[in-house]
């Protein structure tokens, strides 16, 4: 649950906090936190495969979306590419694995998102006008990934009943 609330408050809420700023303080405030909690996660990663060891949980899954999208569209579009995905490189490993993970990369469009995104936002882009990247094999990730038949994907939910 603490992990879980780093990651929506501070990354997948973060970048719209970032976005969406009506002052430079409360952008910079934001930025700062997305950064530092981007790196306490890029920091997680460094000795484990996914956010809570050996197995894909919740909290991957939560993240999962929110970095795809953050090369592609938040650090251009929201103003928070101050460091990139691919700058942190535990997570970007980490993406790259769970997308490669049997069906991940069916459960979401990256390009659709990053195109949806320039072409709905009119307040942040006016112009409607959708830039030639980062595409997902920009930021590493395969569509079809590779095939490993001996990966399936398992998720592990604990329900605390």
């Not at 006008?129 to 604990?158: H, Q, R, W």
């Amino acid at each position: 649950d603490e992990l879980n609330g780093l990651i929506y408050e501070n990354i997948n809420n973060g970048v719209y906090k970032c976005g969406f700023a009506t002052s430079q303080e409360a952008y910079d405030r934001a930025e700062r936190n997305l950064h530092n909690a981007l790196k306490e996660v890029d920091e997680r990663l460094q000795t484990r495969k996914f956010l809570l060891g050996d197995k894909i949980t919740e909290s991957d899954v939560f993240l999962y979306p929110t970095a795809v999208r953050f090369d592609m569209v938040y650090a251009g579009l929201f103003r928070c590419g101050r460091r990139r995905i691919r700058d942190y490189t535990n997570i970007q490993r980490w993406m790259e694995d769970v997308h490669g993970l049997a069906r991940v990369h069916k459960t979401f469009d990256a390009e659709g998102a990053r195109k949806s995104y320039y072409r709905q936002m009119f307040p942040l882009n006016p112009s409607l006008i959708v830039p030639g990247g980062p595409t997902a094999k920009d930021i590493g990730l395969m569509d079809p990934p590779p095939a490993n038949p001996k990966e399936s994907l398992c998720f592990y939910y604990k329900s605390e009943l």
